[in-house]
């Protein structure tokens, strides 16, 4: 069952540091751009590399192509001002304003930055064209990449598009946004395996929608099975939020646990991004 606190009580990082001994993986789901819940993470990020300095940070708001941003301004080859101007030219759409203090924080403590999602212009491929239209020779995440969804992910994900997109209609369209939505889900999963894989000392700490992560669907099943089929065990910590004011399920969802932990927290309109 999971724990649920209320901000500004945060969830106990003495203990999350014991844990991720064997886990080696924090997956801390987000409602995008909320002050109250960067604190949480930047609390998440100190705390951890207090533990392991071999840390790295993997987010949902960069995607794969843009890695070369990150790693020109963690060397100090570009400023946050040029990585700005640089990525508000792309598709991707989050405030780096917000979320350049996540950049500034692992910089500061010399902590590598992952970005981990494949590019939204495949996703939206997917929406028009179905899975096959990520294969090619350009390809950068073919579609036998892909670990599919199940009933209950369904479920969840169309009572999200219930509450935040009313008038969607089900169907076709409903069937491949929730086919763009595991894609996505597939592919943070899989470069977070690889970046686990590739250094058994190595934790991770990673950023995304609350969308992609809770109830254990998502990137938390899908990363267990991309290191399953590589012989590695893990079973990743999960933080999620909900304002006060919101009901803990979605309509019609009847699984108990969310997250290990659920933090509650005032809302604070700012700028607005894709969920």
């Known amino acids: 069952m999971h724990r649920i606190l209320t901000y500004p009580e945060i969830p106990d990082f003495s203990e999350i540091r014991e844990k991720m001994k064997d886990s080696r993986l924090l997956i801390i789901g987000e409602d995008h751009v909320q002050p109250s819940l960067l604190t949480l993470q930047l609390q998440a990020i100190e705390n951890l590399h207090q533990a392991n300095a071999n840390l790295v940070l993997a987010l949902e708001m960069f995607n794969t192509e843009q890695q070369h941003l990150l790693d020109d301004f963690m060397d100090d080859h570009i400023t946050m001002d040029v990585l700005k101007q640089k990525y508000d030219t792309s598709s991707e759409g989050f405030p780096l304003e917000h979320y350049g203090k996540l950049l500034e924080k692992a910089k500061k403590l010399r902590i590598p930055v992952k970005g981990v999602i494949i590019p939204r212009v495949y996703a939206a ?3 028009r064209d179905g899975l096959d239209s990520l294969n090619g020779p ?5 579609s036998d990449l892909v670990v599919m969804g ?16 009313p008038m969607m209609s089900s169907g076709l369209s409903l069937d491949r946004f ?42 938390p099943e899908r990363t267990k099975e991309y290191l399953r089929r590589e ?3 893990i079973e990743p910590i999960t933080i999620s ?16 646990k969310i997250a290990d932990y659920v933090v ?8 607005e991004t894709e969920p």
Do not use: C
Request: proline share 4%.
């Open 178 to 219: 929730f086919l763009a939505q595991i894609v996505k889900d597939s592919s943070m999963a899989y470069n977070i395996s690889r970046i686990l894989l590739q250094n058994p000392e190595v934790w991770v700490i990673a950023i995304m929608g609350k969308g992609h992560m809770e109830y254990g669907y998502g990137v």
């Open 125 to 127: 491929k997917v929406v």
């Open 241 to 256: 939020v909900r304002e006060k004011n919101e009901s803990l399920h979605p309509p019609g969802i009847v699984e108990e």
């Open 150 to 165: 199940h009933e209950k992910h369904k479920e969840y994900f169309e009572a999200l598009i219930r509450q935040s997109s």
């Open 231 to 233: 012989g590695m065990t």
């Open 264 to 271: 509650l927290y005032e809302k604070h309109q700012e700028v």
């Open 138 to 142: 350009e390809s950068i995440f073919p």
